[in-house]
Each structure stands twice: as structure tokens, then as C-alpha cells.
């Protein structure tokens, strides 16, 4: 029985290739998304305090100095967050990406070995037919030379 040879093992190769590549994408991607998310919220708990460190300020006399500095702060604290919210969403929409790639390469993947399987089983069955009239060619020929005989 002579052995199976699949003709498209390089391209079965190459999609396994692409598929560890997309795996490695996805990965990079969730690891900026759980950056920009850590970012978002250190924007958010600046924020925070300093919009408690004026409310904490207004309850007492205040220069106007003072209030415009704080004033400052809060729109710069808003102004980052809102970087960090954008920096966050476009994470999320990379990692959506990076998730339908590797969905794309494991299907690829996927379709090229049920290919493989498929044709090692009719390779297979050829074999065993091939087998199988050689069998009967053997049995034919040695009734043959009995009866002859």
C-alpha cells in the first residue's frame, strides 16, 4: 500500500501560519484594550478628585484665581478622559477585527484539513479496491493453474 501525499499540504502550512498570526494579532489587541481601558480609568478617578477637590474649595471663601485654576484642571481631566474614552473604543473596534480574523483563519484552516481528510479516505478506498482486484486477479490465476492442471 503506497503511502497518502497530499498535494495542498503547503497551502494547509501557510493558513496554519496565518492562523498562529491572527492568534498573535488578537492577542497584541486585547492586551491595548486592557491598556486603554486601565488608562480610562486613571482619567476617570482624576477627574474625580478634581472636580471633589473644587466642590471642596467652594465651600469656603475662594480667590477667583484659585477657582480658574481648578477650572483648568477639571477641563484638562475631561479632555484626557475623553482621549482615553477614544483610545478605548478604538481598541475595542481592533480587537473586533483581530476576533473576525482569526474566526476567518480558523474556518481557512478548517476547510483545507477537512480537504486533507477527505481526500486520504478516497485515497484509501482506492487502495483497498486496488487491493481487492489484485486479490481476485491472484485467486483467478491459481484457479486457473489448478484447473489446468
Known amino acids: ?13 501557510y493558513r496554519r ?3 498562529r498570526q491572527c492568534e498573535a494579532q488578537l492577542s497584541l489587541a486585547v492586551k ?11 482619567t476617570k478617578v482624576a477627574l474625580r478628585e478634581a472636580e ?8 469656603q471663601p475662594v480667590k477667583v484665581s ?3 485654576m481648578l477650572q483648568g484642571l477639571i477641563s484638562s481631566q475631561r ?5 482615553a474614552l477614544s483610545h478605548f473604543e478604538a481598541a475595542g473596534l481592533q ?6 480574523g482569526v474566526l ?3 474556518t481557512n484552516c478548517k476547510r483545507i484539513e477537512h480537504l486533507k481528510v477527505q481526500r486520504k479516505q478516497a485515497a484509501l478506498v482506492e487502495q483497498v479496491k486496488l487491493d481487492e482486484l489484485q486479490a481476485e486477479e491472484f485467486v483467478r490465476a491459481k484457479f486457473a493453474a489448478v484447473e489446468s492442471a
Open 17 to 19: 501560519f496565518q492562523k
Open 95 to 100: 480587537l473586533d477585527k483581530a476576533r473576525e
Open 79 to 83: 479632555a484626557a478622559s475623553q482621549v
Open 66 to 68: 484659585e477657582l480658574v
Open 32 to 42: 491595548k484594550r486592557q491598556e486603554a481601558l486601565t488608562l480610562l480609568e486613571q
Open 52 to 59: 471633589a477637590s473644587i466642590a471642596a474649595l467652594l465651600k
Open 1 to 13: 500500500m503506497k503511502g497518502f501525499k497530499f498535494r495542498l499540504e503547503s497551502v494547509l502550512n
Open 104 to 106: 476567518d483563519a480558523q
